[in-house]
């Protein structure tokens, strides 16, 4: 066991880094093909940021995958591997033609909806149901949720890349603990990819992932969550995932609400994620990604351990878990973010 742990490791910095060495390498392709993200209304940089660095990240994690299935192949699963793989690399390309010419929300949602749908039929429902209409419907709404949730991350230097990779590395805490090695060598993959380009996207960030990472990093995060397997009853294994994304999944929660509440469009842009309320509430930049951070490693954590627990033990902390978030996202809810509301 210690040599797959060692390989494990030598997986992440391998990962780690490519992406620090091609990184800099999107970031001038970016810079020459004048693809910078200018600041506006709703969006916290004062200066205009290449925006193409999710290239990177594909560029990384393609290679990484195709190195491990040759050097070493799987004993099963190889044909879904590469198929997942051209799967998000498509999504990843939506979003890079969005990031240069714009595709309507509409396109976006179909591929999205496109590629949830031929995971499902590769084998890959929630484990919830066993009914395929219902399992279907729950397959995609947990992928289009959890893709669309890390776009929305992605409103902060820092954010959507570290959140990434503190997922990804509790699935690999969960999968590495239960046998499935597969799936622990790609989300350990995926974290490296995130964490070394992170060097160029922390606080002040000189590019961004642009829609193109976004979408990448999000669905792989979701199917590499979906994956997870192990005894613990249905309603406990759809948790844990959940959990392992649970500041994704928070975010966009709270951002949905208020947004209603206030009468405003869900779809609409706005400085009222997670983040930005905790900049208004006097942290700045950094203290407020790194806060986020801390949540979310603690709650990975948690979510590790519900997978370790008996059932009954494991919905009475997840249930804990849950009670303590919306109690936060009731203190969060309050403070104000948009124009006209109580200083």
């Known amino acids: 066991m210690s040599g797959v742990w060692w390989e494990y490791s030598a997986v992440f910095f391998i990962t780690a880094i490519l ?7 999107a970031l001038r392709y970016a810079i020459r093909a004048n693809v910078l993200d200018q600041p506006g209304k709703h969006k916290s940089h004062k200066v205009a940021v290449p925006y193409l660095g999710g290239l990177a990240i594909v560029a990384t994690f393609v290679i990484a995958v195709v ?6 192949p799987p004993h099963t699963g190889r044909e879904e591997l590469l198929g997942v793989l051209a799967i998000a690399v498509f999504l990843a390309a939506v979003g890079f033609i969005d990031d240069l010419r714009q595709v309507s929300p509409l396109w976006r949602l ?8 031929i995971v499902w039929y590769l084998g890959n429902g929630t484990a919830v149901a066993t009914a395929g209409v219902v399992d279907l419907s729950l397959t995609v709404l947990w ?3 959890v893709t669309n949730a890390f776009n929305l991350l992605d409103n902060m230097d820092g954010l959507a890349a570290g959140l990434a990779a503190i997922s990804s590395m509790t699935v690999f805490a969960v999968a590495g603990t239960n046998g499935q090695f597969l799936v622990a060598g790609l989300a350990v993959a995926l974290a490296g990819c995130t964490v070394g380009f992170l060097r160029l996207n922390f606080h002040p960030a000189r590019i961004y992932m642009g829609d ?3 979408l990448f990093i999000g669905f792989l995060v979701a199917y590499l969550g979906i994956k997870l397997r192990f005894d613990g009853g249905r309603l406990v294994s759809a948790l844990v995932p959940i959990f392992a994304c649970s500041a994704a999944v ?3 929660s709270l951002v949905v609400i208020s947004r209603v509440r206030a009468g405003r469009s869900p779809f609409q842009g706005g400085q009222d994620h997670v983040s930005h309320r905790l900049v208004k509430l006097g942290l700045p930049v950094p203290a407020a990604v790194g806060t986020i951070y801390l949540g979310a490693i603690g709650v990975g954590i948690l979510s590790f351990a519900i997978s370790r627990l008996e059932a009954v033990s494991a ?4 249930g804990l878990v849950g009670a303590t978030l919306t109690i936060l996202g009731g203190f969060l809810l309050a403070v104000p973010v948009y124009t006209g509301d109580a200083e």
């Not at 190195?67 to 070493?72: E, T």
């Not at 179909?110 to 590629?115: Q, Y």
């Not at 919905?315 to 997840?318: H, V």
Request: charged share 10%; proline share 3%; net charge negative.
């Open 19 to 25: 992406s620090i060495v091609l990184t800099p390498m």
């Open 67 to 72: 190195a491990m299935s040759v050097l070493r």
């Open 110 to 117: 179909v591929a999205e909806i496109t590629a949830a749908v």
């Open 143 to 145: 992928f289009v949720g």
């Open 212 to 214: 193109g990472g976004a």
């Open 250 to 252: 928070f975010d966009t």
């Open 315 to 318: 919905l009475l902390l997840a």
